[in-house]
């Protein structure tokens, strides 16, 4: 791989993808080359902030006939994410997905698929470095709490609830636990819902507001004490570090490696 790491970004017209096309134009060692939208209604587009002017396309597959990339980075949803990162490997193409939405038979898929080529693909549910820290400790206190709940809330136009993120915080308590969580059930529910999703005994509440960007809130009980836990993303830029650590990780990666604690070396660390 070259020192000069050239990124395009799926979804660039985006309000996540014009601000990953920003951080790499700054980002030493990085350097954006082209960007995919299916909006896209002109050949190129000028990166936010710079007088950088890259090619733009309506698909991967076409922006590939003129730039080939060292790593695409998408955060388009479900069935998009797949057929981007499937487009991707197929083109000798490494990928970062912040996409959410995406199933366990989907990620057997790319991993096989990124195994079998031998191009490496990050996946995670946020690049957020505060994020990823909260669902690390948040799976090691799981074990001292007997009640937990989980509150995320994301801007109004997220189209899923509950978030990746809270589904992998949850996912990380559940593990760090080894058991689902004790849950009281109310005699009387004169509001049907209000105490929330149930993810193995831990209520999960989804809120979408104008104002948010995204907020993820744990609350653990036990006798006689509550501990609560608390991650803000203030604006998008708080995603960008974790999305350039990962681009210059998996320029080197020739395999699947899901959720930005692998790339950070959590996974490794004793609870």
């Known amino acids: 791989m070259a020192s000069e790491i050239t990124v395009a970004v799926n979804g660039a017209l985006g309000k ?26 002109s050949s190129s587009t000028v990166v936010s902030s710079t007088s950088i002017s890259i090619p733009l396309a309506s698909s991967l597959s076409d922006l590939f006939k ?3 990339p ?6 388009t949803n479900g ?4 057929s981007a990162i499937i487009t991707c490997i197929d083109a000798g193409v490494r990928v970062v997905s912040g996409s959410t939405g995406l199933a366990a038979d989907d990620f057997e898929e790319i991993a096989r698929l990124s195994a079998l080529k031998q191009v490496g693909v990050i996946s995670a549910s946020n690049f957020a470095l505060g994020a990823v820290v909260l669902i690390h ?7 001292y709490f007997d009640y937990a709940d989980l509150l995320e809330s994301h801007h109004e136009a997220k189209v899923d609830a509950p978030s990746g993120t809270a ?12 058991s689902g969580f004790d849950h009281n059930v109310v005699e009387s529910q004169i509001l049907e819902g209000t105490r929330g999703g149930d993810y193995e ?6 809120a979408r507001m104008p104002g948010r960007v995204a907020r993820h809130e744990v609350v653990f009980g036990a006798l006689g004490q509550t501990l609560t836990m608390i991650h803000d993303s203030i604006n998008r830029e708080s995603f960008m570090p974790g999305v350039m650590i990962s681009v210059k990780r998996v320029s080197e990666s020739d395999e699947l490696v ?5 790339v950070l070396g959590l996974d490794k660390l004793n609870t």
């Open 167 to 178: 589904l992998s915080i949850a996912e990380s308590m559940i593990e760090g636990r080894g």
């Open 201 to 206: 005994g831990i209520n999960v509440h989804s």
């Open 137 to 143: 400790i948040a799976g090691i206190a799981s074990k």
């Open 258 to 262: 899901i959720g930005l604690a692998s």
């Open 79 to 82: 069935e998009a994410a797949k």
């Open 66 to 68: 003129t730039v080939k």
């Open 16 to 41: 996540m993808g014009s601000t990953v096309l920003t951080a790499a134009a700054f980002e030493p060692g990085v350097t954006p080359i082209g960007g995919a939208d299916i909006a896209a209604s």
């Open 70 to 75: 060292d790593v695409v980075v998408d955060f």
